[in-house]
């Protein structure tokens, strides 16, 4: 990776729920224009990084950094408008809102109306879907849907770096390709670099450059995703594939 400094670093994080330690002293690097994901199981503390990062959990230890700028603790709605875009696990998109206005929702940090209405020109570029669907109540969309809606909020924010969480979760194997390859898309073609939190570990680590594996809220493993899918532990634990010679124990 050269000297280049990465656009998101965390060092020795850990945050906790109330008694319950979620993360235990992660360090990860998200360099500029890259995807990295996050591997673990349920409880592995994947989703505790994001809300980390994105400011809704308040860690206790070490730091967390964007741009070289310290931002551990800080607001959520500063963390975004610095450009950091969290889409949380769920589709949480506001039900009772059109699309239309679910997509303005995600601009209100913004003035710039101009800029603003081209935006949402490409967002339906990417998700055809939501264009024909703009002035529907977006609780009446279906999961996929809702999925795609919730992820173009988040770019009407003109964010540097999206954080991702399951969005391959309770879709059908054609949609999850889908969205798939629209994350791909806006890594190549609109340069935001990209923190994947996501079960499905063989479609992260076949779109993501770099992987962190995590188990119990500690990283146990981290390299480029072409070798760790060539791993024997991450294909047996992970992607549900025996090797030849036996296996090695978990870490």
Same mark, same amino acid.
């Given at each position: ?7 998101? @670093? ?109 935006? #949402? =020109?490409?967002?339906?570029? +990417?998700?055809?879907?939501? @264009? ?16 795609? #809606? ?35 898309? #806006? ?18 680590? =076949?779109?993501?450059?770099?992987? +962190? ?24 634990? +992970? ?11 978990? @870490?």
């Amino acid at each position: 990776m050269g000297t280049a400094q990465p656009i998101l @670093r965390l060092a020795n994080v850990e945050s906790t729920y109330g008694p319950i330690t979620a993360i235990r002293g992660i360090s990860l690097d998200l360099m500029q224009g890259q995807i990295v994901t996050v591997l673990g199981a349920n409880g592995a503390g994947k989703t505790s990084i994001l809300k980390t990062i994105s400011g809704v959990l308040d860690p206790v230890k070490g730091t967390v950094e964007f741009e070289g700028r310290k931002i551990r603790s800080m607001e959520p709605d500063k963390v975004v408008r610095l450009g950091i875009s969290h889409v949380p696990e769920g589709r949480e998109v506001f039900p009772f809102l059109s699309v239309r206005d679910n997509l303005r929702m995600g601009a209100y940090i913004r003035n710039d109306s101009k800029a603003v209405a081209s935006d #949402l =020109e490409k967002v339906f570029d +990417y998700f055809p879907v939501l @264009r024909e669907r703009q002035n529907q109540i977006a609780g009446q969309l279906s999961g996929g849907q809702q999925q795609m #809606l919730a992820i173009s909020r988040a770019l009407m924010s003109r964010p540097k770096v999206l954080l991702l969480d399951e969005p391959s979760l309770g879709l059908s194997p054609l949609l999850v390709k889908e969205i798939f390859t629209i994350i791909r898309r #806006l890594n190549a073609e609109e340069g935001v670099s990209i923190l994947l939190v996501e079960q499905n570990a063989k479609m992260a680590l =076949e779109t993501a450059h770099y992987g +962190y594996v995590l188990e119990v809220g500690r990283v146990v493993m981290h390299d480029a995703c072409a070798n760790l899918l060539q791993s024997d532990q991450v294909r047996e634990f +992970y992607l549900g594939m025996h090797s030849e010679g036996g296996h090695g124990g978990r @870490r």
